[in-house]
T-cell receptor, first 115, second 115 residues
Framework: KAGVTQTPRYLIKTRGQQVTLSCSPI?????VSWYQQTPGQGLQFLFE???????NKGNFPGRFSGRQFSNSRSEMNVSTLELGDSALYLC??????????????FGEGSRLTVL | AQSVTQLDSHVSVSEGTPVLLRCNYS??????LFWYVQHPNKGLQLLLK??????LVKGINGFEAEFKKSETSFHLTKPSAHMSDAAEYFC?????????????FGRGTSLIVHP
């Protein structure tokens, strides 16, 4: 069974650009959540999607957005990039409706560097 | 509101000696608690989880954790460290709120294993 796949693994952008990251969950998993990991702030929850609907959202500005497709694949977009957006962006999927009751299966992340 | 405090940012042990990684949590409701491990440039992998069943939880690779409600702690232990245990460890609390669940991550503990 394939794990959670995130693409691209590494990317470099400049300030003001936008970026789209992709996440393919484990087959059968309908919940996909996104996280930002930085040395300064640690791991922070961005948002969660279930059945193409955003169900939860963390405390991030509107420049961070996402969506989920009917096949449960998800994308997140960051517009007007800032230097502080440099981070490892992790995606996780779960088979359970709620995040707490089920194990989160993480991808290996997309490392974004903003110059 | 919920929060997680990992009491040590770094723990250094010798191979073959016991490991103790400490985690305290704060939650208004009965939480689900998790420990995840992250190796360099990888995603997070679940070690174990507590979801209101047995208070002593056994996980993968010889790790276990004990849920102590009176102390609001969920410390991770292993009797004998192995070189391959060197990694970053995250304690996570997740609580139901209005039908939704949002995980809160600790800042992480870096486990260093000396030969």
């Amino acid at each position: 069974k394939a794990g959670v796949t995130q693409t691209p693994r590494y990317l470099i952008k400049t300030r003001g650009q936008q970026v789209t990251l992709s996440c393919s969950p484990i087959s059968g998993h309908r919940s996909v959540s996104w996280y930002q990991q930085t040395p300064g702030q640690g791991l922070q929850f961005l948002f969660e999607y279930f059945s193409e609907t955003q169900r939860n959202k963390g405390n991030f500005p509107g420049r961070f957005s996402g969506r989920q497709f009917s096949n449960s694949r998800s994308e997140m977009n960051v517009s007007t990039l800032e230097l502080g957006d440099s981070a490892l962006y992790l995606c996780a999927s779960t088979r359970d409706r709620g995040l707490s009751g089920g194990e989160l299966f993480f991808g290996e992340g997309s490392r974004l560097t903003v110059l | 509101a919920q929060s997680v405090t990992q009491l040590d940012s770094h723990v250094s042990v010798s191979e073959g000696t016991p490991v103790l990684l400490r985690c305290n949590y704060s939650s208004s409701y009965s939480p689900s608690l998790f420990w995840y491990v992250q190796h360099p440039n990888k995603g997070l992998q679940l070690l174990l989880k507590y979801t209101s069943a047995a208070t002593l939880v056994k996980g993968i690779n010889g790790f276990e954790a004990e849920f102590k409600k009176s102390e609001t702690s969920f410390h991770l232990t292993k009797p004998s460290a192995h070189m391959s245990d060197a990694a970053e460890y995250f304690c996570v609390v997740s609580v139901a709120s209005g039908g939704s669940y949002i995980p809160t991550f600790g800042r992480g503990t870096s486990l260093i294993v000396h030969p």
